[in-house]
C-alpha cells in the first residue's frame, strides 16, 4: 500500500526555518518525481515544488522561489522542503504527492499533510 | 486570483447532471497541456479524480468525465450524489515552467 506520511510542521515566527519531510513506502521511491502543494487555511491548491525522481529536475513556485528548496534522499525514501524566510502568507496545510508521468505529470498518491503556521 | 478559472460553486439535485469548467489561456492549457482533476472531501488530502484530460483512475466510477477544448477543460458528473459533495479542482501547467491548480469550485448536491 503506498504512503506517504509528512512531518515537521509547526509554528513557526516570521523570518524563521523549518524542514517538512514525507516518508515514502509501499513502492519504489526513487522511480517516481515527487510534488508539495500547499493549501491556506480556507483557500485552494497552491502548488509549490516538484522533484524528478533523480533530482535533476527541480521547479518552484514563483512565490516561493529563492526561500523554498526542495530535495529527496532515495536511499531514505524521504522527500523533504526546506524553508526560509516565512512569511505569514506561507501559513497552510502541506501535502506532498507522487507524481505519475514526470513534469505534466498526475499526483496519483497523497499523504494527509502537515500545518505549517507562520505567526509572531 | 488563479490563472485557471473555476466556478466558485455549482450545485444540482441528487441524479443530475453538472458540469465544472476550468478555462486557461494559451500558455497554459491551450499549449496543449494536459488537464488534470482532484476532489476534495472536507477535511481530507485531495483525491485523482481524471488524469489526462480524460481518463479514470480505476476505481473511480464512470459518473465522472473529463474534457478539454482550445484553452479550456470540463468536468461532468452525472447520477449526481450526495457524496459526491466536495471541492473540486482542475490542474495543469504552464510554458514558464509552473503548475497551476484552478481556484477549486464547491459542488452542493440540493
Known amino acids: 500500500e503506498v504512503q506517504l506520511v509528512e512531518s515537521g510542521g509547526g509554528l513557526v515566527q516570521p523570518g524563521g526555518s523549518l524542514r517538512l519531510s514525507c516518508a515514502a513506502s509501499?513502492?519504489?521511491?526513487?522511480?517516481?518525481?515527487m510534488n508539495w502543494v500547499r493549501q491556506a487555511p480556507g483557500e485552494g491548491l497552491e502548488w509549490v515544488a516538484y522533484?524528478?525522481?533523480?533530482?535533476?529536475?527541480?521547479y518552484y513556485a514563483d512565490s516561493v522561489k529563492g526561500r523554498f528548496t526542495i530535495s529527496r534522499d532515495n536511499a531514505e525514501n524521504s522527500l523533504y522542503l526546506q524553508m526560509s524566510s516565512l512569511r505569514g502568507d506561507d501559513t497552510a496545510v502541506y501535502y506532498c504527492?507522487?507524481?505519475?508521468?514526470?513534469?505534466?505529470?498526475?499526483?496519483?498518491?497523497w499523504g494527509q499533510g502537515t500545518l505549517v503556521t507562520v505567526s509572531s | 486570483q488563479s490563472v485557471l478559472t473555476q466556478p466558485p460553486s455549482v450545485s444540482g439535485a441528487p441524479g443530475q447532471r453538472v458540469t465544472i469548467s476550468c478555462t486557461g489561456s494559451?500558455?497554459?492549457?491551450?499549449?496543449?497541456?494536459?488537464v488534470h482533476w482532484y476532489q476534495q472531501l472536507p477535511g481530507t488530502a485531495p483525491k485523482l479524480l481524471i488524469y489526462?484530460?480524460?481518463n479514470r483512475p480505476s476505481g473511480v466510477p464512470d459518473r465522472f468525465s473529463g474534457s478539454k477544448s482550445g484553452t479550456s477543460a470540463s468536468l461532468a458528473i452525472t447520477g449526481l450524489q450526495a457524496e459526491d459533495e466536495a471541492d473540486y479542482y482542475c490542474?495543469?501547467?504552464?510554458?514558464?515552467?509552473?503548475?497551476?491548480f484552478g481556484g477549486g469550485t464547491k459542488l452542493t448536491v440540493l
Open positions: 504527492a507522487r507524481d505519475r508521468g514526470g513534469w505534466t505529470g498526475y499526483n496519483d498518491y
Open positions: 494559451s500558455s497554459n492549457i491551450g499549449a496543449d497541456y494536459v
Open positions: 509501499g513502492f519504489i521511491f526513487s522511480s517516481y518525481s
Open positions: 490542474q495543469s501547467f504552464d510554458t514558464n515552467l509552473s503548475a497551476l
Open positions: 522533484i524528478s525522481s533523480g533530482s535533476s529536475s527541480i
Open positions: 489526462g484530460n480524460s
